[in-house]
């Protein structure tokens, strides 16, 4: 089993939909998940940690399941600005070898 | 004001060449990574170094020599290039270990031939 794994999509969907992404990681010991958005030819960056209890930022909603080892990102009312790929990321070991293992990513195309 | 900035850009360059790619982060950060994203997307880290020290070491080829003469640079050493070496390479950094957010250069986009 591949230590993150993600649905590669495409998801294609119209504005103004919802859609809504799944990834589960492989070690129950991680602690830190996130959700990352790569645009076409750019750098990762942050979209939101996910926190134990559920998190929401506008219309993006992360939520972890720790039992079945999966975590969620709902996105709300999709905007053409929305497409990406979204790439699911966890922590594995501890201490100063602690590393973040990423997924192969999701990728959104919203469409007008 | 770019926080993460990577020299070049673009590398073209031949089988057996020897190229370096640097990295430069000005957020005051403690630690610095070298990620390589190939034609899969797949994102994978190669090195991590805090405070000039090397924390992960991946199982990457020794021909990859990394080097942070000091906290907020991180330069990346290529000896005798090989096909399979294209692909973007990312520099990141984050305040302190990999469980904080880590914030990446543009890329350097490198293609062998």
């Known amino acids: 089993r591949k230590e993150v794994e993600q649905d590669p999509g495409p998801f294609n969907v119209p504005e103004g939909a919802t859609v809504a992404f799944n990834c589960t990681y492989s070690?129950?010991?991680?602690?830190?998940f996130f959700w990352y958005r790569q645009d076409c030819r750019k750098e990762p960056k942050l979209l939101m940690s996910v926190y134990s209890s559920g998190n929401e930022d506008g219309r993006f909603t992360a939520q972890l399941n720790r039992a079945s080892q999966y975590i969620s990102l709902l996105i709300r009312d999709s905007k053409l600005s929305d497409s990406a790929t979204y790439l699911c990321v966890v922590n594995i070991g501890g201490g100063n070898n602690r590393k973040l293992i990423w997924g192969l990513g999701t990728s959104l195309a919203v469409n007008p | 004001d770019t926080a993460v900035s990577q020299t070049p850009k673009y590398l073209v360059t031949q089988m057996g060449n020897d190229k370096s790619i640097k990295c430069e982060q000005n957020l005051g950060h403690d630690t610095m990574y070298w990620y390589k994203q190939d034609s899969k997307k797949f994102l994978k880290i190669m090195f991590s170094?805090?405070?000039?020290?090397?924390?992960i070491n991946e199982t990457v080829p020794n021909r990859f020599s990394p080097k942070s003469p000091d906290k907020a640079h991180l330069n990346l050493h290529i000896n005798s290039l090989e096909l399979g070496d294209s692909a973007v390479y990312f520099c990141?950094?984050?305040?302190?270990?990999?469980?904080?957010?880590?914030?990446f250069g543009p890329g350097t986009r490198l293609t062998v031939t």
């Open positions: 070690n129950s010991a991680s602690q830190s």
């Open positions: 170094y805090n405070n000039k020290e090397l924390i």
């Open positions: 990141a950094s984050s305040q302190a270990d990999s469980v904080y957010e880590q914030y």
